[in-house]
C-alpha cells in the first residue's frame, strides 16, 4: 500500500487513519508544487493533480473520505466506526460527510481568499462570508460536542478525523474559534494522540 501525500494537505486524514489502524504502508512525501502533481506520470495516478492517492494493489483512489471510507471497509475490522447496522451509524456518516462536504468549503474558502490565491484574485466578500459559515459550524458543533465525548457518541471514530483535519487548518491559519471551549477541549485531546503528531508531521 502507498499514499501520496503532501504535507497539511487532505491527505493528512488518511496518513492519520492508516496510524491509528497500525496499517503498514509506504509513505510517498511530495512537495506542493504543480511541477510535482501535474506530471505525466502523476496524473496517471490523479487526474485532478491532487492529493492524497491511495494505491492499493489493484486500487488506486482519490478522494480523502472515499479512501478513509474504503480502508475502514477493507482493513478497520470494525474499529473507528459504528456496526452498521446500530443506530449510530447514520450519525457516523453524517459527520464523516459533514466534514469534507460542508465544513471544508467554507475552510478552503477562507485559506484560498487570505493566502493561496494572487491578491489581486482574493474577494474580501468571500473570505467574510467563509468566516461566518466556520463560526456558525463551529457552534453547531459545540453544541454537539456538549453531549458527548466524540462526534459519535463517547467514542474516537473516523468522523473526528475528517472534522479534525479542518480545525488543524483552523489553528493554523488562525481562525479557530476562541468561544467554543467544548470543541477546543475536543481537539485539544486530538491533538494528543500519536497518530494526528505523526500525520501532522512537516
Not at 48 to 73: C, H, M, N, R
Request: proline share 5%; with cysteine.
Amino acid at each position: 500500500m502507498k499514499l501520496y501525500h503532501v504535507a497539511r494537505t487532505r491527505s493528512v486524514r488518511v496518513r492519520w487513519l492508516l496510524e491509528e489502524l497500525g496499517v503498514d504502508y509506504e509513505l510517498e512525501t511530495m512537495p506542493f508544487d504543480p511541477k510535482a502533481l501535474q506530471s505525466v506520470d502523476y496524473l496517471e495516478l490523479s487526474p485532478l493533480g491532487k492529493v492524497p492517492v491511495l494505491v492499493d494493489g489493484a486500487t488506486t483512489l482519490f478522494e480523502s473520505v472515499a479512501i478513509i471510507q474504503y480502508l475502514l471497509l477493507h482493513y478497520g475490522d470494525g474499529a473507528l466506526e459504528p456496526d452498521s447496522q446500530a443506530p449510530e451509524y447514520g450519525v457516523f456518516l453524517q459527520w464523516l460527510h459533514f466534514g469534507e462536504a460542508t465544513l471544508m468549503g467554507a475552510m478552503a474558502n477562507i485559506v484560498q481568499h487570505s493566502y493561496h490565491l494572487p491578491e489581486e484574485e482574493r474577494d474580501p466578500r468571500t473570505l467574510a462570508r467563509a468566516k461566518r459559515q466556520l463560526n456558525h459550524y463551529s457552534h453547531v458543533l459545540e453544541e454537539e460536542l456538549g453531549k458527548h465525548e466524540y462526534l459519535v457518541g463517547d467514542e474516537f471514530t473516523a468522523a473526528d478525523i475528517v472534522v479534525g483535519y479542518v480545525f488543524y487548518l483552523a489553528k493554523l491559519f488562525k481562525v479557530f474559534p476562541d468561544d467554543c471551549p467544548k470543541l477546543k477541549a475536543w481537539f485539544d485531546k486530538l491533538k494528543a494522540r500519536p497518530a494526528f503528531q505523526t500525520a501532522t508531521e512537516v
